[in-house]
């Protein structure tokens, strides 16, 4: 079954520091991918995602994530958090699950707080 | 409303009630998903739908679990004789197939056993 893994369960940054949050996923085909964010009360919106082409991928609110083949990675980046980004971010994969269908599978998720 | 819409926000029901979820997907979209995420965990898979049809159900834990798309937008997730290691978010999704793979997640239904 697929996994996979986000390293930081917690991390914790004042602001205008990098951000760097790590996802590894288990599968060996192709795959897409995703960054969710879920910000305190709110439901999970999409922060960016990779299907194919350019292994970096800019989404939303200055966020990018660089789809590293070998390493069976993507990574979650910013240059300068703000306050406002703080928030719970979720990895996920979309890949062949049970049933023979495709699947979303999430990481356990790496909250992030940013101190002003 | 443009979004996935999901009833009731919050629910609290005692151990052994029977629990039913609702979800509304976005208009146009025909797969449909349920996750369920525990404290300090990630969303997890429960079951898909294509249209009215249950594509993969794999997720769902037992058999207490059902849920029904009979006209092929609205689902309802039920819950029979709930336990209280039932309490969770449930959150439903849905995608158009034709922006890739991206799936729109609702607010998500709390439900708490006591």
Known sequence: AQSVSQHNHHVILSEAASLELGCNYSYGGTVNLFWYVQYPGQHLQLLLKYFSGDPLVKGIKGFEAEFIKSKFSFNLRKPSVQWSDTAEYFCAVWSPGGAGSYQLTFGKGTKLSVIP | ?114
């Open chain 2, 1 to 114: 409303g443009a979004g996935v819409s999901q009833t009731p926000s919050n629910k609290v029901t005692e151990k052994g009630k029977y629990v039913e979820l609702r979800c509304d997907p976005i208009s146009g979209h025909t797969a449909l998903y349920w996750y369920r995420q525990s404290l300090g965990q990630g969303p997890e898979f429960l079951i898909y739908f294509q249209g009215t049809g249950a594509a993969d159900d794999s997720g769902l834990p037992n058999d207490r679990f059902f849920a029904v798309r009979p006209e092929g937008s609205v689902s309802t997730l039920k819950i029979q004789r709930t336990e209280r290691g039932d309490s969770a978010v449930y959150l439903c999704a849905s995608s158009s197939g034709t922006d890739g793979n991206t799936i729109y997640f609702g607010e998500g239904s709390w439900l708490t056993v006591v």
